[in-house]
């Protein structure tokens, strides 16, 4: 049987008015135009059938069996968040014919005058927010599409979890009705707003809540609140971190992150990534928590377990990051073997040759290719009119990896 084309046609924000001449005359061509109502109300006088656009599965049915010349009006530009996606996945490239148009999100930046070349855009619509917000809080703006259940105020209620409190938020309802409106308030003004339910929510950071200007990587040993100044300490930290290799979206398990300064810098070199930061030491929690919050490190989650208990509840790492192990490590090691990513690596900090020795057994026993460095670093400390160096305990980098020698 002969196909025809299958013309996909952004239906815009204005109206017919907002066709084009050519997207006019492919709709006068055809013989189906399907569509929400609202879509197909804007054509009155069209004189074949009209199929009101409802699950996707009955259309993509409907257009694998005619040989109808059909147009299929879409929100906005249907390639974005759109039809588009659904169709090019199920049907031939070449019966497709697209359209586009200015997308909701284009016309709801031009409205509140703000430019949109440097947001992020995300569909919660019948997705879920969970994904989404990770991503929102690494951003500088984001703009929403959501749904009657993860609306602005459930986005508003887990941004605010997150410490994420910042940000201008814009509350677009009702694009290019008669009801069209745009509010403006704040993240917890989200929480009460009372707003139609077809509606995008653009966040734009305006401040973080006490966070002064810290760099990505190398923050002072004295800015992380502690025990007996028992953390990663900046020098060891910063050659941690380059071991670790990280990449943008990556998860990362820090197990035995004590005060959390592993976690905080990893949290802005991946600021799309997931990190769990483990630890069992009802004294180092709380300060764990404060220093989160303190550098607003929004996509580490911290774990109160003792490792290896409570990692199987975690996703598989990408990364492992071992600081301190409670004297599980070879449960430990056994544990991650089991759930690291292909491609993983392993991270562990020793102060101890005995450490070292075991964590070295352990990894070369799972098949792990092992690479050792020795951490020797001196600090000038002042003495009256001379400055002297005073040496800190070495510390042992034990990077593994699994792969071709």
Excluded at 368 to 385: A, D, F, G, M, W
Aim: some cysteine.
């Amino acid at each position: 049987m002969s196909q025809n084309t299958i013309y996909l046609i952004g239906a815009g924000i204005a109206g017919c008015e907002g066709l084009s001449t050519k997207a006019l005359e492919a709709i006068a061509s055809t013989e189906v135009l399907v569509g929400r109502q609202r879509h197909l109300d804007r054509f009155p006088d069209f004189p074949g059938q009209k199929m009101v656009l409802g699950e996707l599965p009955p259309l993509l049915s409907f257009l694998q069996s005619t040989d109808k010349r059909v147009a299929v009006l879409a929100s906005g530009d249907p390639n974005f968040f759109g039809t588009g996606r659904f169709l090019l996945r199920n049907l031939p490239k070449e019966r497709l014919e697209i359209f586009a148009n200015v997308t909701s999100m284009q016309y709801a930046f031009a409205r509140i005058k703000e430019p949109w070349d440097d947001a992020i855009f995300l569909a919660v619509k019948g997705r879920g927010m969970g994904p989404s917000i990770d991503k929102i809080v690494a951003a500088e703006k984001a703009c929403i599409l959501t749904d009657e259940v993860n609306t602005p105020a459930a986005l508003a209620k887990e941004l605010l979890a997150r410490g994420a409190e910042g940000y201008e938020a814009w509350v677009c309802e009702d694009l290019g009705m008669p009801t069209e409106k745009f509010t403006r308030t704040d993240m917890k003004g989200l929480l009460t707003l009372v707003h139609s339910e077809l509606n995008i929510l653009i966040l734009i950071r305006t401040w973080e809540p006490n966070l002064a200007q810290y760099p990505l990587i190398g923050i002072d040993d004295d800015q992380f609140a502690s025990l007996k100044k028992l953390f990663t300490h900046q020098e060891v930290r910063a050659v941690t971190l380059a071991k670790l290799k990280l990449q943008n979206d990556l998860v990362l398990w820090d197990i035995g992150a004590g005060s959390g300064s592993i976690s905080i810098e990893a949290s802005n070199l991946i600021p799309n990534g997931k990190l769990f930061a483990i630890e069992k030491n009802s004294q180092y929690l709380p300060l764990l928590k404060q220093n989160l919050d303190k550098f607003c490190a929004r996509n580490v989650k911290p774990v109160e377990a003792f490792a290896p208990e409570g990692l199987d509840d975690l996703p598989d790492p990408d990364r492992v990051f071992i600081g301190g192990a409670g004297g599980n490590l070879e449960e430990i090691i056994d544990q991650v073997d089991r759930r690291l990513k292909g491609d993983g690596l392993i991270v562990i900090n020793a102060v101890t040759l005995d450490t070292l020795t075991k964590s070295i057994e352990a990894l070369e026993y799972h098949g792990y290719q092992v690479e050792v460095v020795c951490i020797n670093v001196s600090r000038t400390k002042p003495l009256t009119e001379f400055k002297l160096f005073e040496a800190q305990d070495p510390v042992y980098i034990i990077t593994a990896w699994k792969g071709a020698e």
